[in-house]
Structure formats: structure tokens, C-alpha cells
């Protein structure tokens, strides 16, 4: 991109996101750049009718022309998927962050509220990352199955900021929910947002730390366990976990 072309609004890459499913309209992989169909060079604006999303393996092929455009346009019009392609990541160990608190663990539960398992890792001949993330209403809008990823596409809007790097879920436009950050140099995976039980109750994690409600329950933390993380297995006692320094309201 050259200095004289003006980056995708804002709104358009967010239709274009979402009239593409959040994945690449070829294969579904939920990692992408923003196509034009007919090139920039020609129209020589953005718009949502010409972006659509592709892996960058097929942004290659169409600029090669080895995908015509009547094919985008095509994948485009028909596109029904309710997930999209699974992608892996690629940790060999992890260190999970929950706003500023810190959990090094060896496999077991890391984050489970009320029962509800959000992420969990399991040891075998490799590390493997498991985790179930939902909306406010109970439906599934991200999955990690054995360090595999997918993404269900019936989210109001899914966006990477540094692709492969930080997903941001919002329920509408300035409502951000959850961000989940995957850093494969520090071998890292990192939590900000609301994680429901159901539509009135959830945790809210921050960079200040964890809370329920206004209470917060734990700050700068560090553990490093070799079973469980971080538990809420009841909103009464509000909390058993094995971090140090844990900051609760009297019960």
C-alpha cells in the first residue's frame, strides 16, 4: 500500500467482516487481509461491495489470477458457514494472564466459573489448549479444541487487531465484551472481558484484575499450579483458588 492510498474506513472493514463471515470466503480460515475484487488500482476506492476477506494464501492466487473473480463473487453470495475453518495455535507451553493476574500451569483447569470450564490444558505427547467462550446469552462464539481454533460467525463483529495476534468481540458498535490475545513469542495467552454464567451474572476481568459484580477478587497474582488456576465455585463463598494475595468482599 502506498502512502497516497487511503487505509479502509473503519465501517466498511467491519461490513466487510461481516458479510464475509470473519473468515477468508474461500476456505474459512478466520485469518485474513482485505481484497479488493476488481483492484484498487483500477476503482481507486473503498468500498464494501468490492473488499471481501481472504487467507493470504488465496489473496496470492487471485492477484496471480488464479482465482477469478466471478468465483470470489460467487463464495461470496453463498456463504451460510456457522463457524469458520479451524486454525491452529502453536504453543508448546502456556502462561495464561487474567487481567494483571498470572497463571503458569502444567495441565488441569486454568479458568473455571460456576462449573462453567472456560479454558483448560491437557498433557500428552504435546500441550493442548481447550476453552469454550460464550455471549451473554449462552451461545458459543469461540472454541479452542486440542490447540485447534474456531470462530462462530453469528457474533455481531469479530475483529483480529494485529492479525493472529488479539480478537475483539463486540455485541454492537462500541461494545467490546471479550479480548483474547495469543502471543507465540512468550508463549502467552492473555483475557480481558466478561465471562457469563448467564445475562446477569459474570466476571469481568480488567486490567485491574478480576471481579464479580463490583467485588474484586484477585490482583497481581502469580501461581503456578499443576492441576487448577483460577475457580469460582460459588457466588456466595465466591472463590477457591490457589493464588496468593487474593482480594475478596467478606462472606
Not at 462449573?115 to 500441550?127: E, H, P, T
Not at 507465540?184 to 480488567?206: A, H, M, P
Request: proline share 3%; with cysteine.
Amino acid at each position: 500500500m502506498t502512502n497516497s492510498r487511503p487505509t479502509i474506513p473503519a465501517a466498511i472493514r467491519r461490513a466487510v467482516r461481516q458479510k464475509c463471515r470473519f473468515g477468508c470466503v474461500i476456505c474459512g480460515l478466520p485469518i485474513y487481509d482485505y481484497d479488493h475484487i476488481v483492484d484498487y488500482s483500477i476503482v481507486k476506492e473503498h468500498t464494501e461491495d468490492n473488499i471481501y476477506l481472504a487467507c493470504p494464501n488465496h489473496h496470492r492466487l487471485k492477484g496471480n489470477k488464479a482465482i477469478p473473480v466471478e468465483v470470489i463473487k460467487e463464495k461470496i453470495q453463498t456463504l451460510n458457514r456457522a463457524y469458520t475453518t479451524p486454525s491452529d495455535l502453536y504453543f508448546k507451553k502456556l502462561t495464561l494472564i487474567l487481567g494483571n493476574n498470572r497463571i503458569i500451569n502444567f495441565g488441569g483447569t486454568l479458568f473455571d466459573f460456576m462449573g462453567r470450564n472456560f479454558m483448560a490444558l491437557k498433557l500428552g505427547d504435546s500441550l493442548s489448549i481447550n476453552a469454550v467462550f460464550r455471549d451473554h446469552i449462552g451461545n458459543k462464539i469461540m472454541i479452542i479444541k486440542d490447540s485447534e481454533y474456531r470462530l462462530w460467525t453469528d457474533v455481531w463483529d469479530i475483529e483480529w487487531i494485529k492479525q493472529g495476534e488479539t480478537l475483539i468481540f463486540r455485541h454492537k458498535l462500541g461494545d467490546v465484551f471479550l479480548k483474547v490475545s495469543f502471543f507465540t513469542s512468550t508463549q502467552t495467552v492473555r483475557l480481558l472481558g466478561k465471562f457469563y454464567l448467564n445475562g446477569d451474572e459474570y466476571l469481568n476481568i480488567t486490567e485491574d484484575g478480576i471481579f464479580i459484580n463490583d467485588f474484586l477478587l484477585a490482583s497481581e497474582c502469580v501461581a503456578a499450579v499443576s492441576n487448577v488456576g483460577f475457580v469460582v465455585n460459588s457466588v456466595k463463598r465466591l472463590y477457591s483458588c490457589p493464588l496468593a494475595n487474593i482480594k475478596h468482599p467478606n462472606t
